[in-house]
């Protein structure tokens, strides 16, 4: 073989040795990267023993839901749960009760004024039964302060719950038909005097309204006697109203 055709070969060889070389790239390493949780942040811890006062009617009673499914009890099982004191709770609510039946039920039982939370729901039976909307602009101010009062005289420790929106159930869509436009302008009237109210004075409001609306969509939200609020509407008001509970009790 003549020597320049040996080194036409080799560099023919040698280019191509070196294609394959560079075509051979070795694979990239890859890493996972650690799981990094986010940090969570406590609960502040509040006093080892809390008295809780639930102030209403039929929606804090819990009428058509078992005794441990009504929201003051959820509330008081989710604060079991988040901490470690020990939670008592009172009722005063009976079905049908409008603001006068709650003041003077409140003024007969006279309860010690050593609550470290106060919850108020009331006025829809004011609107069902047609009392004149002055007597609820008259007599909610005086339970908000009754409620005060009984909440160790510390606004911070009452929250304000609105008025569910009953047009919203069968029982009121079949009571008013087409007119159920009209229970749900009258409830709002009721709502926006509690919590102009509420804001005025710096007491805390928590609007509850928006979810009982969405009872004829979601029947789930509507208890057996196809009016009142659900075991799973009152774990939502308890959610929602949490917040709230948190800075009563952090006060």
């Given at each position: 073989m003549k020597p320049h055709f040996k080194q036409i070969v080799t560099i023919i060889l040698s280019a191509?040795?070196?294609?394959?070389s560079s075509s051979e790239e070795p694979a990239p390493i890859t890493t996972t990267p650690p799981v990094v949780n986010p940090p969570t942040t406590p609960n502040p811890p509040i006093a080892s023993s809390i008295n809780y006062l639930a102030l209403g009617d039929s929606y804090t009673i819990g009428q058509s839901v078992c005794a441990t499914c009504r929201f003051p009890e959820q509330l008081k099982t989710s604060l079991n749960a988040?901490?470690?004191s020990t939670i008592s709770l009172k009722i005063i609510a009976t079905t049908g009760w409008t603001t006068s039946n709650l003041l003077s039920s409140i003024n007969t039982q006279n309860p010690e004024p050593n609550y470290d939370l106060v919850t108020l729901l009331i006025g829809v039976n004011n609107q069902y039964q047609r009392r004149n909307f002055s007597v609820y602009e008259k007599e909610f101010p005086e339970l908000v302060t009754k409620a005060i009062m009984l909440a160790k005289g510390d606004r911070k420790n009452v929250v304000v719950i609105s008025i569910p929106d009953y047009a919203y159930t069968p029982y009121g869509k079949a009571l008013a038909g087409d007119q159920t436009s009209t229970i749900s302008s009258e409830i709002d009237q009721y709502n926006s005097f509690a919590e102009k109210y509420c804001i005025n004075n710096q007491i805390a409001f928590v609007s509850i309204t928006d979810i009982t609306r969405q009872g004829l969509n979601s029947p789930n939200l509507v208890a057996s006697d196809g009016l009142?609020?659900?075991?799973?509407?009152?774990?939502?008001?308890?959610?929602k109203m949490m917040p709230e509970i948190k800075k009563a009790l952090h006060n």
């Amino acid at each position: 073989m003549k020597p320049h055709f040996k080194q036409i070969v080799t560099i023919i060889l040698s280019a191509f040795l070196l294609s394959c070389s560079s075509s051979e790239e070795p694979a990239p390493i890859t890493t996972t990267p650690p799981v990094v949780n986010p940090p969570t942040t406590p609960n502040p811890p509040i006093a080892s023993s809390i008295n809780y006062l639930a102030l209403g009617d039929s929606y804090t009673i819990g009428q058509s839901v078992c005794a441990t499914c009504r929201f003051p009890e959820q509330l008081k099982t989710s604060l079991n749960a988040m901490y470690s004191s020990t939670i008592s709770l009172k009722i005063i609510a009976t079905t049908g009760w409008t603001t006068s039946n709650l003041l003077s039920s409140i003024n007969t039982q006279n309860p010690e004024p050593n609550y470290d939370l106060v919850t108020l729901l009331i006025g829809v039976n004011n609107q069902y039964q047609r009392r004149n909307f002055s007597v609820y602009e008259k007599e909610f101010p005086e339970l908000v302060t009754k409620a005060i009062m009984l909440a160790k005289g510390d606004r911070k420790n009452v929250v304000v719950i609105s008025i569910p929106d009953y047009a919203y159930t069968p029982y009121g869509k079949a009571l008013a038909g087409d007119q159920t436009s009209t229970i749900s302008s009258e409830i709002d009237q009721y709502n926006s005097f509690a919590e102009k109210y509420c804001i005025n004075n710096q007491i805390a409001f928590v609007s509850i309204t928006d979810i009982t609306r969405q009872g004829l969509n979601s029947p789930n939200l509507v208890a057996s006697d196809g009016l009142h609020p659900s075991e799973t509407a009152y774990k939502m008001f308890v959610d929602k109203m949490m917040p709230e509970i948190k800075k009563a009790l952090h006060n």
